[in-house]
């Protein structure tokens, strides 16, 4: 096994990318980002479907791309595993056919599709068309053809995005269980951050083609850095900062102290965490640094061992809080004392980066 080390520039009309990184060995590593940031563009370069005008590109210490010294393998030559969003099975070929296509003619050649066919629970459908296979069967025939060539890195781009959600956390265990047992270094594109908890070791967020986070599952999760990355990995609650003086935060919808000092960059919002906060009438039973909000109740929803509260402010913001099923809340509808805990309160400073794509 060998990590993947990436540092790339690329530009075309009004858009560029610049991005370094390195993707381990082992584990599954999932880029995230809005729509035109550069994901999908990351994994065309690495393929050796588009080429940069600048950068390396290195598995191990094999170099398919170095731009100071004219290297730039040919995609047959990089030993990518490719599983493209619609699969891009061969419709006259079995599905035998398709797990075999690429591979070499020779005594083995056979039972390495058998093999495949086998781990992926494909053996009955070995000899239908894909027109006859359901979107979970296409996606498990599309990842034996990626891995049945013994590839040095396996590329998936939204790879769950064709199936039903029923269907998803089978698909996404499947993944990781034979990623696991094949090891070589995974690179996953998705706008689904289900799919980034749930089957991700590793996290990265794509925002106007640079890398804006990289780490861990989640501590990325728990920590985005700033507003900009708190949006894309869906964060709630997330209020604007119109005012600032380095003790409190204040907007439209309320004001609020900080507890401890901010070092970081002026705030742009304030998230409010949704669990932590409740209800409380009495200020003199509000401990130490807590503070409170006028809210409304919207709506109460029941989600199985809690409740979660529509609640809005005063500016017509809407936060979700979750309670205790047990806990009091206020009649919908009339003004209420929110108590937000210091705990519950995240600075997020403006992006370094400004937004821009340049």
């Known amino acids: 096994m060998a990590d993947l080390s990436v540092a790339l520039r690329f530009r ?10 390195t993707v381990p060995a082992a584990g599954i590593t999932a880029l995230v980002g809005p729509s035109g940031c550069g994901k999908t563009t990351l994994l065309r370069l690495l393929a050796g479907l588009e080429t940069p005008q600048q950068g390396v590109i290195r598995l191990g210490e094999r170099v398919w791309f170095d731009s100071a010294r004219r290297i730039d393998l040919a995609p047959r030559h990089r030993r990518v595993g490719l599983l493209f969003q619609d699969y891009a099975l061969f419709p006259h070929l079995s599905v035998a056919g398709n797990i075999g296509y690429g591979l070499p003619r020779g005594p083995d050649r056979a039972a390495r599709i058998g093999a495949w066919l086998e781990r992926l629970h494909l053996r009955e459908l070995a000899g239908r068309r894909p027109d006859a296979l359901s979107g979970g069967q296409r996606q498990r025939v599309a990842l034996a053809r ?3 060539a013994d590839p040095g890195v396996l590329l998936l781009d939204e790879p769950f995005s064709a199936v039903d959600a029923a269907l998803r956390q089978t698909l996404r265990l499947l993944l990781r269980e034979t990623v696991a047992e094949v090891g070589l270094p995974v690179v996953l594109v998705t706008h689904d951050l289900e799919d980034v908890r749930l089957v991700a070791d590793r996290v990265g967020v794509v925002v106007a083609g640079r890398l804006r986070r990289f780490g861990e599952t989640a501590a990325v999760f728990a920590d985005p850095g700033d ?3 708190a949006r894309v990995l869906g964060w709630q609650n997330l209020l604007p900062v119109a005012d600032w003086d380095g003790v409190a935060v204040g907007g439209a919808w309320g004001r609020l102290r900080i507890a401890a000092p901010f070092a970081p960059r002026r ?9 932590g906060p409740r209800f409380g009438e009495d200020p003199a039973a509000d401990g130490p640094g807590d503070q409170a909000l006028t ?18 402010l005063p500016d017509r913001s809407l936060l979700r809080i979750h309670l205790a099923p047990n806990a009091p809340f206020p009649t919908s509808g009339t003004p209420a004392r929110l108590v937000v805990p210091p705990s519950a309160i995240v ?12």
């Open 295 to 312: 809210v409304e109740v919207v709506r109460a929803v029941e989600l199985g061992g809690r409740r979660a509260l529509i609640c809005r």
């Open 146 to 148: 990626a891995l049945a």
């Open 267 to 275: 705030p742009e919002a304030v998230a409010i965490l949704p669990d």
């Open 12 to 21: 075309r009309p009004a858009f560029s990318l610049a991005m370094a990184l």
């Open 347 to 358: 600075l997020l400073p403006t992006s370094a980066y400004g937004g821009a794509n340049a």
């Open 227 to 229: 507003a900009e990355v």
